[in-house]
């Protein structure tokens, strides 16, 4: 998007009258038949496998798989936004990679903290995508070691405090208010 403001074919298609709407959704829905099939290739890859989902594993797969797809599709409005602020397309692809990664760094963070309210701060982080798509992997793949007496299991990294439903609207949520900031701001 930011090569075509900087070839100027932006600016091109709106003296044709196209509005900023109808190229986001264009562009939106272009690169979401991309994250379908990446989000099926990618979901096909671990489906059924018990090393990742140890428990209701084809459940897990399924919601696994719709949960790339969602986020995929959450991070195409999210980096359309961050597109307006640039005219480089090298410099617009640099930070996109930064506001594609960092959120993870947020998460792992919060994942680090125990016994403290604090980690309940990582709801304010939920209008990134990212984060609430960590959440519900780490809440589906829930690996847990097993000692050699079966009597205990301890969760690798303990989220029973996020609440998925919360994460599931968040990811859902984040691809009409993305689309409407990237709107707003073109």
């Keep these: 998007m930011v090569q075509e403001k900087e070839n100027k074919m932006r600016e091109s ?9 109808s190229y986001g959704g264009s562009f939106l829905i272009f690169q979401t038949i991309f994250a379908i099939l990446g989000g099926c290739i ?9 090393g990742v989902f140890p428990d209701d594993t084809t459940s897990r797969s399924i919601q696994f798989t719709i949960l790339l797809i969602l986020f995929q599709i ?27 990664i960092s959120p993870l760094l947020i998460f792992l963070q919060f994942v680090s903290i125990e016994n403290s309210n604090v980690k309940y701060v990582i709801y304010l982080f939920f209008f990134l995508p990212q984060i609430p798509t ?21 969760a690798l990294i303990d989220l029973s405090w996020v609440s998925t439903p919360a994460c599931w609207a968040a990811i859902v949520l984040m691809i009409p208010i993305w689309l409407g900031v990237y709107i707003y701001l073109d």
Excluded: H
């Design 134 to 154: 960590c959440c519900l992997i780490t809440q589906l793949a829930s690996a847990k070691i097993s000692f050699e007496d079966g009597q205990q299991q301890i």
């Design 13 to 21: 298609l709106r003296i044709m009258s196209l509005t900023p709407l």
């Design 74 to 100: 959450a991070q195409i409005p999210l980096l359309m936004s961050v597109s307006t602020f640039f005219s480089d397309a090298k410099v617009a692809n640099y930070i996109g990679y930064i506001v594609a």
């Design 42 to 50: 990618i979901g096909a890859w671990v489906f059924g496998n018990e």
